[in-house]
């Protein structure tokens, strides 16, 4: 069964603070992996595509990488912000435009 | 360039009731796909259209639901007669449909629909 698992559910950090949030996934055939933010009452807003080939890609303070051996992958939040307090959701592609969801990481960012 | 919109942001209605939402993609996006969140579960894949044909609509839970997207604009999605496990937050997608599996998909607010 095509699955999407991610921890932690919940995270506090203080803001300037680093974070990790993971995602193991057991899709098959993989495609590619996303990893969403999503405000509260907004829709989810893309941060990184990776296909099998990248272990790695970056946006702003946002880096996320991909194992495709382990079926892992982490997004790495550098010098957090008030402004990062939200879902970040693990989403992966299995040859087709259906996307396979995670249940998300609430991310809370305290001053 | 306006993003994806949908309305109304909220809705609710009666057991027994028909609904429908509204999803606009963003102008000259092909690709247009329909999500759904029921309470404390993931977001789930409904079904999808390229223009006006609906592409894959396996995610679709029952004949109570009816999506459709004349002349390739914008889409609905009905439910008739909505039950109250239809409860959640509904949301549009769209994508260009010129870079296969690899697009964005730019989603819109949702729809949050509360069945009583």
């Known amino acids: 069964k095509n699955q999407v698992e991610q921890s932690p559910q919940s995270l506090i950090i203080l803001e300037g603070k680093n974070c990790t949030l993971q995602?193991?996934?057991?899709?098959?055939?993989?495609?590619?992996l996303r990893w969403y933010k999503q405000d509260t009452g907004r829709g989810p807003v893309s941060l990184t595509i990776?296909?099998?080939?990248?272990n790695t890609k970056s946006n702003g303070r946002y880096t996320a990488t991909l194992d495709a051996d382990t079926k892992q992958s982490s997004l790495h939040i550098t010098a957090s912000q008030l402004s990062d307090s939200a879902s970040y959701i693990c989403?992966?592609?299995?040859?087709?435009?259906?996307?396979?969801f995670g249940t998300g990481t609430r991310l809370q960012v305290f001053p | 360039e306006a993003g994806v919109t949908q309305f109304p942001s909220h809705s609710v209605i009666e057991k027994g009731q028909t609904v429908t939402l509204r999803c606009d993609p963003i102008?000259?996006?092909?690709?247009l796909y329909w999500y759904r969140r029921v309470m404390g579960k993931e977001i789930k894949f409904l079904l999808h259209?390229?223009?006006?044909?609906?592409?894959?609509e396996s995610g679709m839970p029952n004949n109570r639901f009816l999506a459709e997207r004349t002349g390739g604009t914008y889409s609905t999605l009905k439910v008739q007669p909505a039950e109250l496990e239809d409860s959640g937050v509904y949301f549009c997608?769209?994508?260009?449909?010129?870079?296969?599996?690899?697009?964005?998909?730019?989603f819109g607010p949702g729809t949050r629909l509360l069945v009583l």
């Open positions: 990776m296909t099998f080939s990248e």
């Open positions: 997608a769209s994508s260009p449909g010129l870079a296969g599996f690899q697009e964005t998909q730019y």
């Open positions: 259209f390229v223009k006006e044909s609906k592409q894959d």
């Open positions: 989403v992966v592609s299995a040859n087709t435009d259906k996307l396979i």
């Open positions: 995602c193991n996934y057991t899709v098959s055939p993989f495609s590619n």
């Open positions: 102008s000259g996006h092909d690709n």
